[in-house]
């Protein structure tokens, strides 16, 4: 398994951009990434997801807006996020997923993302 750390979080107004990173400790060259956001009393939910084939999923509500992406050399996984909204503040996580022969998945600790109105 892989440790994953988040950073890039941080207070946006309306409108803007913030990139998210995620940096795996070790390599992430087939495994599923992924990005989830959670508000406190809510379910996480998926926000984007970027197979190792480099085909993307995004959740309706940030298509068009947010950008997934990887770098497999750096093992370092992205979300760039443009027209930022406040329903956008969460606390975002990056997820890992190896769906070989045995399965496991690993989680960051979150990054905080606020955007002001």
């Known amino acids: 398994q892989v440790q994953l750390v988040e950073s890039g979080g941080g207070l946006v107004q309306a409108g803007g951009s913030l990139r998210l990173s995620c940096a795996a400790s070790?390599?992430?060259?087939?495994?599923?990434m992924g990005w989830y956001r959670q508000a406190p009393g809510t379910q996480r939910e998926l926000v984007a997801t970027i197979m190792r084939s480099g085909s993307t999923n995004y959740a309706d509500s940030v298509k068009g807006r947010f950008t997934i992406s990887r770098d497999n050399a750096k093992k370092m996984m992205y979300l760039q996020m443009n027209s930022l909204k406040p329903e956008d503040t969460d606390v975002y996580y990056c997820k890992a997923q190896d769906f070989g022969g045995y399965y496991w998945e690993s989680w960051g600790q979150g990054t905080q993302v606020t955007v002001s109105s």
């Open positions: 070790g390599s992430i060259f087939r495994l599923t």
